[in-house]
């Protein structure tokens, strides 16, 4: 699941000379093919019609031809929302995620990012948990907007961009461990280089844990994404979850398992790891 910040270039000198001219966070020297326009970086999504090839794939308009469709079917737009709420779509597209985001650009300093195929396919639905809508829920009560992104044979198409208000509830203190209930992590090992969608593995003797990573240590709010919810000891996003989010961790990120226990959750140390 979901949010926080690519981090990249930022418009300065990369070592060897390679700058970021536009500021977008890909110098040219990575494939962004127009370093002289912010709106133009591998990580764009193709504006059909326009002439430009947005997503640096090679071909201007080329998402354009045959793409899947996607109608969303509630909440309505300007809902008031609480924990619990469904995201609903109809779709002919091989894969989706829902994204949430304070702000209607979508920009991925403040978007959350959740599921794919397995969480959507035959439900037409997201449902984030309780657990993340707390989370969420801090953006929203001014307003937030949501949209459900499809794939088809390496194209993605975006749906309409709906808004949303929810009530902020103050997350409590987690409350202590329940005695006896420890969790370790096992990989991927501290200082990795993580190149593809990495299976996350723990040993626990808690009930059920979540997936934490952040680009800070601390893991802030603004900066943590929080990815599934499961008692197996494993979590694996998928690659089109992972692909999307991988850049912002090329200067480091952390992970973290938290467990919930009968008494309440308890989180482990972090490991550090970086993308290519």
Do not use: H
């Not at 194209?155 to 309409?160: D, G, I, W």
């Amino acid at each position: 699941m979901l949010l926080a910040g690519v981090l990249g270039c930022g418009g300065l000198a990369l070592a060897g000379g390679c700058d970021d001219l536009d500021g977008d966070g890909w110098p040219s020297c990575e494939g962004d093919c127009d370093d002289t326009d912010p709106s133009v970086s591998p990580l764009e999504e193709e504006a059909c019609g326009d002439g430009v090839d947005n997503d640096c794939d090679g071909t201007a308009d080329a998402e354009c031809d045959a793409e899947c469709t996607i109608e969303l079917t509630g909440p309505a737009d300007g809902a008031d929302l609480t924990a619990g709420a469904s995201f609903r779509f109809e779709g002919d597209c091989a894969a989706y995620r829902l994204e949430i985001s304070a702000e209607d650009t979508f920009p991925a300093d403040s978007t959350y990012y959740f599921g794919s195929a397995a969480d959507a396919a035959g439900t037409n639905r997201f449902t984030p948990s309780s657990t993340i809508w707390s989370t969420v829920g801090r953006i929203a009560t001014s307003g937030a907007w949501w949209r459900v992104v499809g794939g088809m044979d390496g194209r993605t198409q975006a749906s309409e961009t709906r808004s949303f208000f929810t009530t902020l509830v103050p997350k409590p203190p987690p409350p202590p461990p329940e005695p006896g209930c420890t969790v370790s992590l096992d990989s991927p090992a501290d200082g990795s280089e993580i190149d593809s969608a990495p299976n996350f593995r723990w040993s626990t003797t808690c009930t059920g844990a979540y997936v934490e990573v952040s680009t800070a240590p601390d893991f802030p709010l603004e900066s943590t994404l929080y990815f599934g919810s499961t008692s197996a000891g494993r979590f694996m996003p998928s690659s089109t979850l992972w692909d999307t989010v991988a850049p912002r961790y090329r200067d480091g990120g952390y992970w973290r398992v938290t467990a919930g226990a009968a008494e309440g959750p308890v989180s482990t140390e972090a490991f550090i790891f970086t993308t290519p």
